[in-house]
C-alpha cells in the first residue's frame, strides 16, 4: 500500500511577514498621495485667457492721402475662463499691420488684475503712421480699399502672472493675434466681430 504524507507547512519568517506589510503600507499611501495630488493638480492648473476681437476702426481709410497721422481705436475683450485663479497683467502693447508695414503701434493697457472668470475689454487708441502714397503697398492698399475689404492684423504683447491662492506662478510672455478685415470706408466687417483671436505663450 502506498503511504501518502502531508505537505509541510512552511511558516513564513515574521521579519519577511512584517517587510511585506510595510510594503504594501507604503505603496498604498503612495497611491493615494498621487490621486491626491492629481485631483490638486486639476483644479489649480490655470487655463490661458481668452481674447475676442470686439472692434475695429480706422476713419477715412479710403482717403487719397493714406493713412498717416489717422486714429486707431479698436477693442478686444479679455475672459480669464478660471474660477479660482487670478491673471496679473504687465502693460499692454498693441501693434497694427498690413501686410507686414506696421501701421500703428504703442502701449494700450496699464497693468492690471483680472479677477477669476472675470472679463476687462483691452480698448487701444493708436494713431497711423502709414501707408501712404509713397509706400511699396500703397496700389495693392488702395486696390483692397476700393474692393471693399482691407485684410489686416492686430498684435497684443504682454507679461502675464497666474494667482493661484496667496502665490504667484512664473512669468508667461503673452502675444495675442487677431486677424481681420475691414470695410472700404475703415469699419469691421460684420464677419469679424466677437471672433476669437489666436493666443501664443
Same mark, same amino acid.
Given at each position: 500500500?502506498? +503511504?501518502?504524507?502531508?505537505?509541510?507547512?512552511?511558516?513564513?519568517?515574521?521579519?519577511?511577514?512584517?517587510?511585506?506589510?510595510?510594503?504594501?503600507?507604503?505603496?498604498?499611501?503612495?497611491?493615494?498621495?498621487?490621486?491626491?495630488?492629481?485631483?490638486?493638480?486639476?483644479?489649480?492648473?490655470?487655463?490661458?485667457?481668452?481674447?475676442?476681437?470686439?472692434?475695429?476702426?480706422?476713419?477715412?481709410?479710403?482717403?487719397?492721402?493714406?493713412?498717416?497721422?489717422?486714429?486707431? +481705436?479698436?477693442?478686444?475683450n479679455e475672459h480669464n475662463p478660471n474660477q479660482k485663479i487670478g491673471i496679473h497683467y504687465e502693460a499692454i502693447?498693441?501693434?497694427?499691420?498690413?501686410?507686414?508695414?506696421?501701421?500703428?503701434?504703442?502701449?494700450?493697457?496699464?497693468?492690471?488684475?483680472?479677477?477669476?472668470?472675470?472679463?476687462?475689454?483691452?480698448?487701444?487708441?493708436?494713431?497711423?503712421?502709414?501707408?501712404?502714397?509713397?509706400?511699396?503697398?500703397?496700389?495693392?492698399? +488702395?486696390?483692397?480699399?476700393?474692393?471693399?475689404?482691407?485684410?489686416? $492684423?492686430?498684435?497684443?504683447?504682454? +507679461?502675464?502672472?497666474?494667482?493661484?491662492?496667496?502665490?504667484?506662478? $512664473?512669468?508667461?510672455?503673452?502675444?495675442?493675434?487677431?486677424?481681420?478685415?475691414?470695410?472700404?470706408?475703415?469699419?469691421?466687417?460684420?464677419?469679424?466681430?466677437?471672433? $476669437?483671436?489666436?493666443?501664443?505663450?
Amino acid at each position: 500500500m502506498p +503511504t501518502y504524507r502531508l505537505p509541510r507547512y512552511n511558516r513564513q519568517n515574521p521579519a519577511v511577514r512584517c517587510v511585506n506589510f510595510l510594503c504594501a503600507v507604503l505603496l498604498t499611501l503612495v497611491l493615494v498621495a498621487g490621486i491626491i495630488l492629481f485631483v490638486l493638480w486639476l483644479s489649480l492648473r490655470p487655463h490661458k485667457p481668452k481674447f475676442f476681437l470686439a472692434d475695429f476702426s480706422i476713419p477715412n481709410a479710403n482717403r487719397q492721402s493714406g493713412l498717416a497721422n489717422l486714429p486707431v +481705436t479698436f477693442t478686444v475683450n479679455e475672459h480669464n475662463p478660471n474660477q479660482k485663479i487670478g491673471i496679473h497683467y504687465e502693460a499692454i502693447y498693441g501693434s497694427v499691420y498690413y501686410g507686414n508695414q506696421l501701421v500703428a503701434s504703442g502701449q494700450v493697457m496699464y497693468p492690471f488684475y483680472q479677477a477669476p472668470k472675470g472679463d476687462t475689454p483691452v480698448q487701444g487708441a493708436l494713431t497711423a503712421s502709414g501707408p501712404v502714397p509713397t509706400d511699396p503697398v500703397w496700389p495693392r492698399f +488702395t486696390g483692397e480699399v476700393s474692393a471693399g475689404s482691407v485684410g489686416m $492684423r492686430l498684435l497684443l504683447n504682454s +507679461t502675464v502672472r497666474f494667482q493661484v491662492k496667496m502665490w504667484d506662478t $512664473r512669468q508667461h510672455h503673452m502675444k495675442v493675434e487677431c486677424d481681420f478685415s475691414l470695410s472700404g470706408d475703415g469699419t469691421l466687417q460684420q464677419q469679424y466681430k466677437n471672433k $476669437r483671436c489666436t493666443l501664443y505663450f
